[in-house]
């Protein structure tokens, strides 16, 4: 009779455990690493920053048929950035 309730409390805290470490997996568990394109860097002007974004990501922009540019309509420096990127598409004859 012990043997029998010792065999099955032995599984349910086996079960126990694989299920609290399945779960500290899944909630643990370690995100993939995004790889950097660009790597920090000073720039001039919002513009230089801009242009080299274009100039890095150009693959990834050739291959779009449509570009979006989320900015802030508060922040000018964005604006600038995003005409340097347009200058550099235009000046290739990407429009």
């Known amino acids: 009779m012990i043997r029998i309730i010792y065999k099955n409390f032995s599984w349910v805290v086996l079960g126990i455990l694989v299920v609290a470490g399945l779960v500290a997996s899944l909630y643990f568990s370690l995100q993939p690493r995004p790889i950097p394109k660009i790597r920090y860097s000073l720039f001039q002007s919002p513009k230089e920053l801009g242009v080299a974004l274009t100039q890095r990501l150009r693959l990834e ?12 309509p508060s922040n000018l420096d964005q604006y600038q950035i995003v005409i340097g990127a347009l200058e550099l598409l235009r000046t290739e004859g990407r429009n």
């Open 61 to 72: 922009i050739k291959q779009a048929s449509v570009i979006f540019f989320g900015i802030d």
